[in-house]
């Protein structure tokens, strides 16, 4: 993400409202809505000069690049899992296994909500809660993390964690890499013979 940032920072758009608009969004929110998009297209014509924006945020890119995710926690009323569920994560590889219906894609898509692209998450299947879709996400420097796990080091919220406040529909721009069903068949598309079938039923998401 963040050199995709860095390289659409340096495109030039004069100040033209309804693309620099939309540069500056994906730049601060890692992705586009449809609101977003149509608020561009109503400005097709506009003679209104925007402000590039994004002169920090490659910095601030970089900075992201350095971090990975430590846990998921204090969630609200999310998919498949009990409300206040926790997993932390390794600063290498994560293994999430469970029966059917524990919640293990409940936190794949939670995340991919928060990162990636709108999942229609759903309320809680275990209880009538009503309130907004909503969970914490810390994010930590990726050296603190890897002596945290290796050597048991403490971590310094104060300068190593950064905390997401995650709900339903927001998108943040960190540096998180998905693979499901959907980006995997998606990226094939090309590469397999028409007529062939794949059946994909894992998803991997890489710190």
Known sequence: ???????????????????????????????????DIN?????????KKLNDQVSATGALSQAKANQTIHRVYDNTNVNGLYDN????????????????GSGKSSFYRLLKDAFHSEQGILGNIYSA??????????????????????????????????????SKGSRFSFPVKFCDSVILADSLSKKIPAGALIDINWDIMIN
């Not at 050199?3 to 992705?31: A, P």
């Not at 569920?85 to 059917?100: A, D, R």
Request: net charge negative.
């Open 1 to 35: 993400m963040s050199n995709g940032v860095n390289e659409l920072s340096k495109l030039d758009f004069d100040g033209k409202e309804w693309i620099t608009e939309l540069r500056n969004k994906v730049c601060t929110n890692g992705t586009l809505t449809d609101t």
């Open 39 to 47: 608020s561009a297209f109503d400005k097709l014509h506009s003679e």
């Open 85 to 100: 569920s926790q997993i932390e994560f390794s600063p290498q590889l994560t293994v999430i296994y469970g029966k059917n």
């Open 129 to 166: 809660n009503t309130s907004m879709s909503s969970a914490k996400i810390d994010f930590v420097l990726r050296n603190s993390h890897l002596g945290w796990q290796k050597k048991g080091t403490a971590i310094n919220p104060a300068t190593d964690l950064s905390t997401i406040s995650w």
